[in-house]
């Protein structure tokens, strides 16, 4: 069964920081891209960070440049989106997904809220 499980999200004030976890099953992880998104209310989907199959590329929103880092452990399927001085704009729920050959998974989301 394919699943995407996402934690570590909670309240923090402004300067905080979080570290946002997401456990993958069923065979998708490995050999695949990995991203995380977020989506405040009112607001679209948007992509916060991507990494390769391997970790050795990433790619970052400009918002989050600096701030955010991502990675990956292949070994036990599980993804990370460390963040450092969070802002209020970074509220939102955060999903993870994965891009395979046939579709792009999506976790249920965990919800990051950031206070001034």
């Known amino acids: 069964q394919v699943q995407l499980v996402e934690s570590g999200g909670g309240s923090v004030q402004a300067g905080g920081s979080l570290r946002l976890s997401c456990s993958a099953s069923?065979?998708?992880?490995?050999?695949?891209?990995m991203a995380w998104y977020r989506q405040a209310p009112g607001k679209q989907r948007e992509l916060v960070a991507g990494?390769?199959?391997?970790?050795?590329?990433?790619n970052y929103a400009d918002s989050v440049k600096g701030r955010f880092t991502i990675s990956r452990n292949n070994a036990n399927n599980m993804g990370y989106l460390q963040m450092n001085n969070l802002k209020p704009e970074d509220t939102a729920v955060y999903y993870c997904?994965?891009?395979?050959?046939?579709?792009?998974?999506w976790g249920q989301g965990t919800q990051v809220t950031v206070s001034s």
């Open positions: 997904s994965v891009n395979t050959a046939w579709r792009t998974y």
């Open positions: 990494i390769s199959s391997g970790g050795a590329v990433t």
């Open positions: 069923g065979n998708i992880f490995r050999g695949n891209l």
